[in-house]
């Protein structure tokens, strides 16, 4: 049996992809051949690499780092990753795993929804969590807005009201 990538979103979505021997580069920028795209993982965050028996993950220098268990990786130190150790890419789990087999799928197809998270290609960053903080983020935003209006009608009253106590007849 191969080796294959378990890959759990913070919305509890899990897909699946084949690791091979070659260099896996891991990140947000589209040219990965792992995209994680959400906001706390970087352009290029890891890598893993194999040796032929052994899988290694690098931390590249990511702002958030990587973390292996609940160990934070050196940048640029490949570190042995073996099967069941969870390493964590800012909010998304990867785990090493052996492939399915053609049985194992059929059973998982059948259960409804499974195939179609599993057929994703990409990680796309919009779990129920993001989408909540660009709610409450938008809503603070139109809040501001409506305190900086309603801070410039008051200017404008007083400063109305001011121009007329001085150098008019008084308010009325």
């Not at 938008?138 to 150098?167: D, E, K, N, P, Q």
Request: net charge negative; aromatic share 10%.
């Amino acid at each position: 049996m191969s080796q294959r990538i378990i890959i759990t979103e913070p919305n509890g979505v899990q897909r699946t992809m084949p690791l091979t021997p070659r260099c896996l580069t891991i990140g947000r920028g589209t040219d990965n051949d792992l995209v994680i795209n959400y906001p706390v993982t970087s352009r290029y965050h890891a890598q893993i690499t194999s040796d032929g028996a052994t899988y290694y993950v690098t931390d590249l220098n990511s702002d958030n780092g990587t973390y292996l268990g609940n160990a934070l990786l050196a940048p640029n130190q490949p570190v042995v990753w073996t099967p069941g150790a969870p390493l964590h890419i800012g909010d998304v789990l990867l785990q090493l795993g052996q492939e399915q087999s053609e049985a194992q799928q059929q059973l998982l197809q059948q259960q409804p929804g499974r195939k179609e998270r599993q057929m994703t290609e990409t990680i796309a960053g919009w779990s129920p969590a993001f989408q909540e903080e660009k709610k409450s983020s938008a809503v603070r935003i139109w809040l501001a807005l409506l305190l900086l209006f309603g801070f410039l009608c008051i200017c404008s009253v007083l400063g109305t009201g001011g121009y007329l106590y001085f150098f008019g007849e008084g308010w009325f």
